[in-house]
């Protein structure tokens, strides 16, 4: 990609492809039709009109192995030929039998039980129904079924959905060190102030029986529960990521199966299997695809894969060399105000001025139209997050890319995600060009 993209492009000829559509999907916008993609070959994306699009993102940080991955298919095609649908609450297969030893096992057996579904959304759904009572972080995303949106903690997800919520959750504040962090505050500090912050949550919501956090959960009685959808199975250079704590429930997704198939699970600690078995030894909630044999079929298959290639150690690896890669070319922007990450998943805070950090005002779109840049003129997927600041405003561009991603694609990803905020938001002046 030519390093000059600035004086061809030009901002203004970005749309949010909002033009009229005739497709009968239910896109996500009634006048959006995106790019349709005919084929997916490692980590690139064929559109219909013979473009080649680089995905960062692989999906939303799903086909961590690369697409059309030969061992996965054949493992899939064996599956079929075997079994290809049974119904978990009456039967078991040797697919789900064999896959949920593999996740066990994963956890050196500190987590004792798994139940397959069919996204992260049903594995969090899952997790609600075991522990009924939740208190989470602040601008958190879980999925976006009801039950997700419930425990979620950004107000814009959930505005237009409030009246068929529950309201059985409390909030407490992220760890966001950027914003929240207090001048002349250590880390240490501010640790114990949102340990506190915890603790009187706890004490609020239900004074009677309700690393720092965790002993709060145990002092109160409480689940320790890890939502490992995005940042398990892997992509922070660690399988779990929660290696040195142990949940007592936790959910995985996306790089589990890779995009293969459909699915997430729930993984269950010992404690409440212990519970299940005292009491009425059910869990009583099925779905009619959990436990599916070719999704189970397709994540252990996914699974031997990341292992036999090595690709968690390679997600530690090139995640610090993407971390260098952008501090070296976003770290003095004048509107790239954070530069975080962890492994494989590293995000730019775009900020109005990042000196007061105030964010972009949400209705200037700028993650969204960086993303369309980043679409329609350097071939290149990035992830537009929002609501970061306060559950509205708060621009985010988020990198996810494959767990397999190489140096040279490092340098390509950073240098097409610079050029695409920099078509969007100007070089170093900081002038808003939407
Ligand atoms: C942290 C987290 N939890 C849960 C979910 C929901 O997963 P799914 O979209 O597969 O339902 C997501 C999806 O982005 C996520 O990032």
New binding site residues.
Partial sequence: MAGNMMETHDAEQISLFDRSSSSSVLHASLSTEPPSIVRAEGHYLHTSTRTAIYDTLNG??VSCIGDNHPRVKRAMQQQLNAVEYCFAPHFTTPAYEKLARFLVDSTNRQLQKVFVTG????A?EATIKMARQFMTRDRS?????LG?LDILGYEAWRTIYKPLLSGYMSHVSPCYPYHDLRQGESTQAYVERLAQELEDEFQRVSPRTLGRMTEVYERRGALFIL?G???GMGRTGSLHAWEGVVPDLQ?V??GLGAGYAPV?ALMVGKKIVDVLDRGTKAFVHFQTYDGHPLACAAVYEVQQVIHDEGLVENCGKMGDYLGERLRAQLGTHPNVGDLRGRGLAWASELVKDRNTKEPFPVKQKVAPTIHAAGLQKFEIVLLPGGGVVDGVNGDLVVLAPAYDINREEVDLVVQRTATAIDCVLGPTTGVVRL
């Fill in positions: 939303a940080a996204s992260g959304s049903e969090i995303y879980y999925g976006n079924t997700a939502d959808v995005f940042a959910t997704a996306k997430g």
